[in-house]
Nanobody, 121 residues
């Protein structure tokens, strides 16, 4: 059974950093696009970043550029999201997802359960 499990969330003060992890089981990231998203209750889910395994590129949303960095450890089958200079408005549940294709698109096949990030002012 394919699973994505996020971890690394928590409570941090504004200006602090967190590194989120997304561990995959029953598949490898090599064949999929991998994305990070976040969602605040009552708001639409926001895409933050996407890694295309086909092209070897990573794209970031404007809200993530310059502060968030996506990386991976293929040996551990884990993808990370390093988040720096966190702001209270970054408070959300963060999810990782694997796409239906090896390039970034709007089609996401597998989702993790999410990890809560809370940034205090």
């Amino acid at each position: 059974e394919v699973q994505l499990v996020e971890s690394g969330g928590g409570l941090v003060q504004a200006g602090g950093s967190l590194r989120l992890s997304c561990a995959a089981s029953a598949f490898t990231f090599d064949d999929y696009a991998i994305g990070w998203f976040r969602q605040v209750p009552g708001k639409e889910r926001e895409g933050l970043s996407c890694f295309s395994s086909r092209y070897g590129t990573t794209d970031y949303a404007d809200s993530a550029k310059g502060r968030f960095t996506m990386s991976s450890d293929n040996a551990k089958n884990t993808v990370y999201l390093q988040m720096n200079s966190l702001k209270p408005e970054d408070t959300a549940v963060y999810h990782c997802a694997a796409g239906s294709q090896s390039y970034c698109s709007n089609s996401w096949r597998y989702w993790g359960q999410g990890t809560q990030v809370t940034v205090s002012s």
